[in-house]
């Protein structure tokens, strides 16, 4: 009786061991990879990235708040720099 609990307990403990190496090839194989901006920019472009930032930050009392030129020019280049990075994440 005590054998034949002990063989039910290791077929079971099997069975919960083959599900979990199941799952976890399922979950390797078809898991969709999050881009992480912060680990894709390498050192030359996160400084241009942040003199870029630094340089449109810094107030001159004499232009307008809203500089629409300024901000098509941001907008494009930051178009420019996440194009980058999603061409470097799906490659």
Do not use: W
Not at 28 to 49: C, D, H, Q, T, W
Not at 58 to 77: A, Y
């Amino acid at each position: 009786m005590f054998t034949e609990f002990l063989f039910k307990s290791f077929f079971f403990l099997l069975f919960i061991f083959l599900c979990h190496v199941v799952i976890q090839h399922l979950q390797v194989k078809f898991r969709i990879p999050k881009p992480k901006l912060s680990r894709s920019l390498n050192g030359e472009k996160y400084n241009a990235m942040m003199t870029q930032i630094q340089n449109s930050t810094s107030v001159n009392p004499n232009t307008q708040l809203f500089d629409r030129e300024h901000i098509e020019k941001l907008n494009t280049d930051l178009q420019q720099f996440m194009d980058e990075q999603t061409t470097h994440t799906l490659s």
